[in-house]
T-cell receptor
Framework: GESVGLHLPTLSVQEGDNSIINCAYSNSASDYFIWYKQESGKGPQFIIDIRSNMDKRQGQRVTVLLNKTVKHLSLQIAATQPGDSAVYFCAENIGSSNTGKLIFGQGTTLQVKP | DTGVSQDPRHKITKRGQNVTFRCDPISEHNRLYWYRQTLGQGPEFLTYFQNEAQLEKSRLLSDRFSAERPKGSFSTLEIQRTEQGDSAMYLC??????????????FGPGTRLTVL
C-alpha cells in the first residue's frame, strides 16, 4: 500500500555539523515530495519541495535529493543550528491525480547538541 | 500575520459532546485541507476543498465528522458525539492551485482536542 517512512526516529548531531535525514516511499506514482519541519506545539512548516522530474534541489542551508530508482528522499541541512531542532516529516503526493492529499511519514526527531 | 489561522488552539470536551473548529486560510488560497495528527505520528489526510466544493474525503472521516467551506474562504470541521479516540491535533492547510500539478500546502498552528 501507500506509505512514506523514515529510516531513523531520532538523529542527534553536533552544532555546526551537517545533518542528513532520510525517507523511503513506496508509491512509484508519487511525483511530488515535500519536507516539513514541526516544532513542539506548532503546525508543520514548509522547508523545501521537489518534483519527480528533478533529482536535486537546493534552498538556504537545505538540499533535497530524490532517487526515484530506489524510491528514496533525503534532506540535508548544512551547518546545523540549535534552532533546527524539531521533528522533520517527508510527504508525498501523486500530482497527476490532481488531488491535494499529502501522505506523511512518521517523522525524524533532530536533536542539535551545543 | 497572513498565514493560516485556526481557532480555538486548544479544546477540552467531555465524551459525547459536539465540537467545532474553524480554519482561516491564506488569503486567495483556493484549496483548503484538514489533517489529523496523533502523538508521534505524521499528519493524516481527512478532507479537502477547492473553493466551496469538498472534493475528497478520507475513510478516516466517519459519519460523525463534517466539514464545510460555505463561501470558499474559511472552513469549519465539526465532530459530533466525540469519543476519546478523537483526541488529536487537527491541522488545517491551504494552497493556491493553478489547475495543474501539485501546489505547496501551508499549515496552520492546529487545534489540540482532548476528549475526557
Amino acid at each position: 500500500g501507500e506509505s512514506v517512512g523514515l529510516h531513523l526516529p531520532t538523529l542527534s548531531v553536533q552544532e555546526g555539523d551537517n545533518s542528513i535525514i532520510n525517507c523511503a516511499y513506496s508509491n512509484s506514482a508519487s511525483d511530488y515530495f515535500i519536507w516539513y519541519k514541526q516544532e513542539s506545539g506548532k503546525g508543520p512548516q514548509f522547508i523545501i519541495d521537489i518534483r519527480s522530474n528533478m533529482d536535486k534541489r537546493q534552498g538556504q542551508r537545505v538540499t533535497v535529493l530524490l532517487n526515484k530508482t530506489v524510491k528514496h528522499l533525503s534532506l540535508q541541512i548544512a551547518a546545523t543550528q540549535p534552532g533546527d531542532s524539531a521533528v522533520y516529516f517527508c510527504a508525498e503526493n501523486i500530482g497527476s491525480s490532481n488531488t491535494g492529499k499529502l501522505i506523511f511519514g512518521q517523522g525524524t526527531t533532530l536533536q542539535v547538541k551545543p | 500575520d497572513t498565514g493560516v489561522s485556526q481557532d480555538p488552539r486548544h479544546k477540552i470536551t467531555k465524551r459525547g459532546q459536539n465540537v467545532t473548529f474553524r480554519c482561516d486560510p491564506i488569503s486567495e488560497h483556493n484549496r483548503l485541507y484538514w489533517y489529523r495528527q496523533t502523538l508521534g505520528q505524521g499528519p493524516e489526510f481527512l478532507t479537502y476543498f477547492q473553493n466551496e466544493a469538498q472534493l475528497e474525503k478520507s475513510r478516516l472521516l466517519s459519519d460523525r465528522f463534517s466539514a464545510e467551506r460555505p463561501k470558499g474562504s474559511f472552513s469549519t470541521l465539526e465532530i459530533q458525539r466525540t469519543e476519546q479516540g478523537d483526541s488529536a491535533m487537527y491541522l488545517c492547510a491551504s494552497s493556491h492551485s493553478r489547475g495543474a500539478g501539485t501546489d505547496t500546502q501551508y499549515f496552520g498552528p492546529g487545534t489540540r482536542l482532548t476528549v475526557l
